[in-house]
T-cell receptor, first 112, second 113 residues
Framework: AQSVTQLGSHVSVSEGALVLLRCNYS??????LFWYVQYPNQGLQLLLK??????LVKGINGFEAEFKKSETSFHLTKPSAHMSDAAEYFC??????????FGDGTTLTVKP | EAGVVQSPRYKIIEKKQPVAFWCNPI?????LYWYLQNLGQGPELLIR????????DSQLPKDRFSAERLKGVDSTLKIQPAELGDSAVYLC???????????FGPGTRLLVL
């Protein structure tokens, strides 16, 4: 069985401030980990993914995430928030057989 | 390259009526997923296809939901009869294979009155 917990359903930051969205997972097999972004009335768009190899993963729009096995975490960060980053963000874990489990999402608000 | 196409984008029906959603995946993608997304929650898998075979339908409420993927390309998800609790967004996604990145369509927003 696998699961994802996103800590904080709402995160608010000022424009230019650090963005940190937290994700913890559980998995009985080596996980594949993903972050998706969803804008209103749109589907999910992949930001970045970790499968194997380097634990620091860089994605689109300046986002990155670090896989920490000892902490079972995969937190998403961006050094400087932009107004266009306001959206809902989902962390997901997948097993090697293709079964994905998503967290409940974190809504990011960016204040001017 | 065209993305995943879903129709309709919005649907309003009365309870006990049937409804169907259609999905056209990215060309060449063998794996197709249907997800249910309730307000304020993440997507939950309903069914996954490898080509035309449903390989994971354990979360599909089979008493009222059905799905098909004829010829391993387009897919249709049906609800009959719809209930008030079925109001949600139904997302379709596709990937080249089960290990591949999933690409999502815009979803169909269903409202059951």
């Amino acid at each position: 069985a696998q699961s994802v917990t996103q800590l904080g359903s709402h995160v608010s930051v000022s424009e230019g401030a650090l963005v940190l969205l937290r994700c913890n997972y559980s998995s009985s097999v080596p996980p594949y980990l993903f972050w998706y972004v969803q804008y209103p009335n749109q589907g999910l768009q992949l930001l970045l993914k970790y499968t194997t190899g380097a634990t620091l993963v860089k994605g689109i729009n300046g986002f990155e995430a670090e896989f920490k096995k000892s902490e079972t975490s995969f937190h998403l960060t961006k050094p400087s928030a932009h107004m266009s980053d306001a959206a809902e963000y989902f962390c997901a874990v997948s097993d090697p057989f293709g079964k994905s489990t998503f967290g409940d999402g974190t809504t990011l608000t960016v204040k001017p | 390259e065209a993305g995943v196409v879903q129709s309709p984008r919005y649907k309003i029906i009365e309870k006990k009526q049937p409804v169907a959603f259609w999905c056209n995946p990215i060309s060449g993608h063998n794996t197709l997923y249907w997800y249910l997304q309730n307000l304020g929650q993440g997507p939950e898998l309903l069914i996954r296809y490898e080509n035309e075979e449903a390989v994971d339908d354990s979360q599909l409420p089979k008493d009222r939901f059905s799905a098909e993927r004829l010829k391993g390309v387009d897919s249709t998800l049906k609800i009959q009869p719809a209930e008030l609790g079925d109001s949600a967004v139904y997302l379709c996604a596709s990937s080249q294979n089960k290990e591949g990145t999933q690409y999502f369509g815009p979803g169909t927003r269903l409202l059951v009155l």
